[in-house]
């Protein structure tokens, strides 16, 4: 992590240093700082690098909703059910991964879902899992499959109780390199722009990569 530890002792006390009481005292003085700073590095990168979230409260969720939707915030109806023809259907996977994609390109986000555009708490009962297990092992390997396993420590998702149902809130950390969405044989780059998450063209995402990498 750039630090540097060293003993410097003056060439013509070596031969005797380390047979002297003073010597060997300062021999284990160095070890024991030397030792102290290998811990010190190595949890300090590890805290560095931990991708960190914010827990969000059945409270924080309710302001959230009241602010409605915004360049981090979206809502979602459903997980995976078309609420029109009541049948699952992988466009409306699809949508909510879209937006998982565009947050961690951009500057992150929550989605809610289980939510109406309009704030409505819908709940996730049309979706008809079995159980909440269910549920959320759906939504991992939705990301698996469509994002990648490796990005998975930076999308936190969970199930939240609000007004007697239950909501899906996923949390997503920016990121420094970018994320795709690989659906039907094809890989799409989004980024959020206001409330709403767009498609960039692959000849733009060389050129968005390198703004965003000034920001870090």
């Known amino acids: 992590d750039g630090t540097y530890y060293a ?16 010597g060997t005292l300062l021999l284990v003085a160095f070890t024991v700082l030397l030792i102290a700073g290998i811990v010190f590095a190595v949890v ?18 309710k302001q959230i909703i009241s602010r409605g939707e915004s360049d981090l915030v979206e809502f979602k109806s459903t997980i995976r059910t078309n609420l029109h023809i009541g049948k699952a259907g992988k466009e409306i ?3 909510w991964l879209k937006s998982v994609v565009a947050f961690c390109n951009t500057e992150g986000g929550t989605i809610l879902i289980g939510v109406k555009d309009n704030g409505e708490i819908l709940g996730l009962e049309a979706d008809n899992f079995q159980n909440e297990d269910k549920c959320l092992l759906h939504v991992q390997n939705l990301i698996g499959e469509h994002v990648g396993v490796e990005y998975l420590s930076y999308v936190r998702f969970r199930l939240l109780g609000m007004e007697d149902k239950k909501i899906l809130v996923v949390q997503c950390i920016p990121l420094k390199r970018i994320m795709l969405l690989k659906a039907s044989g094809k890989e799409q780059f989004y980024v959020r722009s206001g409330p709403s998450s767009i498609e960039l063209p692959m000849s733009k995402v060389l050129e968005y990569v390198n703004d965003r990498k000034k920001k870090f």
């Open 7 to 22: 003993l410097v002792v003056p060439s013509a006390m070596l031969p005797t240093l380390f047979r002297s009481r003073s």
């Open 44 to 61: 300090y990168v590890k805290n560095r690098n931990k991708v960190r979230f914010v827990p969000l409260t059945a409270d924080a969720v």
């Open 93 to 95: 996977e699809l949508a």
